[in-house]
C-alpha cells in the first residue's frame, strides 16, 4: 500500500475529482487522501496540503472555451484544454 497524502480541492464545495491516475476521488469535506502522483496533480491545479496550513488558493483552470472553473487543465464540461 503506497502513502497517502491528505490534500484539499481548491474550491473546498469541490465533492469529487479525478486524478491522474484516472481514479475518482471522493470526499465529504473537500479534503482528499491520495497516493502522492494524483495529490501532485491536484496541488498542480490548485488544491493545496492542509499540513501546510494557510496557502488557500481558489483558482483551478478557468476554461478559456466555456468558463468553466476546472480544476485540471483538461476542461471537465467541454473538453478544452486550456
Ligand atoms: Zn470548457
Given amino acids: ?6 490534500v484539499a480541492a481548491p474550491d473546498g464545495a469541490v465533492r469529487a475529482v479525478t486524478g491522474m491516475s484516472g481514479r475518482e476521488y471522493r470526499s465529504a469535506d473537500g479534503i482528499y487522501q491520495m497516493p502522492s ?3 501532485a496533480a491536484l496541488v498542480k491545479a490548485g488544491g493545496f496540503r492542509p ?3 494557510g496557502l488557500v488558493r481558489s ?7 466555456c468558463g468553466f472553473q476546472s480544476l ?4 471537465s464540461r467541454c473538453g478544452h484544454h486550456n
Fill in 1 to 6: 500500500m503506497s502513502d497517502l497524502i491528505s
Fill in 37 to 39: 502522483s494524483d495529490a
Fill in 51 to 53: 499540513s501546510l496550513g
Fill in 59 to 65: 483558482a483551478g483552470y478557468p476554461c478559456a472555451s
Fill in 72 to 75: 485540471f487543465r483538461l476542461c
